[in-house]
């Protein structure tokens, strides 16, 4: 278990043409050691084929049973239990690693020990100039919040009340961080990633790297992209998110929160 850094994450489903150009982007990776965990949640196993094209043994394929209905956390947890890095990185099938991601996020927790978690700058692309310049100019704004960001108080804030700084994928955290935190709650519909987030840099803090780590793929469909903002599926999620907070941190201390969110952070 001590000699592997990384235990990469890919959850998958469906989308064999992608995978192979996550799983590329991770193999490629320099200066740590790794692991790759390929959870299949397709009912026939429709990735098994693809990921066997590729002969390197840092490779696992495990098909998920029973699928889990459209729940991404059940499938990051399945392969987090497989994984033996001391840092977990999960990484969606339709994006890619810029190169010496890993590296430069598992030196920035190497620095801050008590950080449990760590993320970096996200570099939309794809073949969609609207959604593309649409997505540019979101995370851009990301990256500026993010760098003012101090404290765990701060982002924990920022992600429960406004637009997320991050996604999974340009993160990455210590393995007993989330096993601290329980992992993915599969009792929320979508965005479940962002309540770990906030869980897990509440309870240790984290560490934000200014310089892009993610290649994110735009234009794609996915869950995640045909979301909108008055989507029910969404509200229902950040209630709950925000609900457990306010039972587990007190009603005093989520209202100034929620106060400092939206008035402070802009």
């Known amino acids: 278990m001590g000699s592997i ?3 990469v994450i890919v ?3 469906r989308r064999e043409h992608t995978l192979l150009e996550a ?4 193999l490629s990776q320099q200066g740590v050691t790794l692991e790759v965990i390929v959870v299949d949640d397709s009912p026939e196993g429709s990735a ?3 990921v066997a094209t590729i002969v390197d043994s840092r490779i ?3 098909k998920r049973s029973p699928p889990s209905g459209g729940r991404p956390a059940g499938v990051r947890n399945d392969g987090a239990r497989m994984a033996q890095g001391r840092y977990l990185h999960f990484l969606d099938d339709d994006d890619m ?3 010496d991601a890993l590296a430069t996020l598992s030196r920035a927790l190497d ?3 008590k950080a449990g978690m760590a993320f970096g700058v996200i570099e939309p692309f794809g073949l969609d100039p609207a959604k593309l310049e649409h997505n540019q100019r979101y995370f851009k704004e990301a990256r500026r919040i993010a760098s003012r960001l101090r404290g765990a108080y701060q982002l924990s804030a920022s992600l429960l009340f406004r637009p997320t700084v991050l996604v999974t994928s340009a993160c990455m955290t210590r393995r007993e961080a989330f096993v601290d935190a329980g992992g993915f709650d599969g009792d ?3 965005c479940e990633d962002v309540d770990l987030w906030a869980r897990i840099a509440h309870a240790t803090g984290f560490v934000f790297v200014d310089q892009p780590v993610l290649r994110y793929r735009t234009g794609a469909p996915s869950l995640m992209h045909e979301l909108a903002e008055d989507d029910e599926k969404l509200q229902v999620s950040y209630q709950i998110m925000q609900s457990k907070y306010r039972r587990s941190h007190g009603v005093l201390r989520f209202y100034a929160m929620k106060l400092w969110a939206r008035t402070i952070l802009r």
């Open 60 to 62: 696992t394929y495990i």
């Open 11 to 13: 959850p998958t489903f």
């Open 23 to 26: 799983i590329g982007s991770v």
């Open 97 to 99: 690693l810029e190169p």
């Open 5 to 7: 850094d990384i235990s």
């Open 188 to 190: 929320i519909p979508v």
């Open 111 to 113: 620095a801050q020990p």
């Open 48 to 50: 098994r084929s693809a």
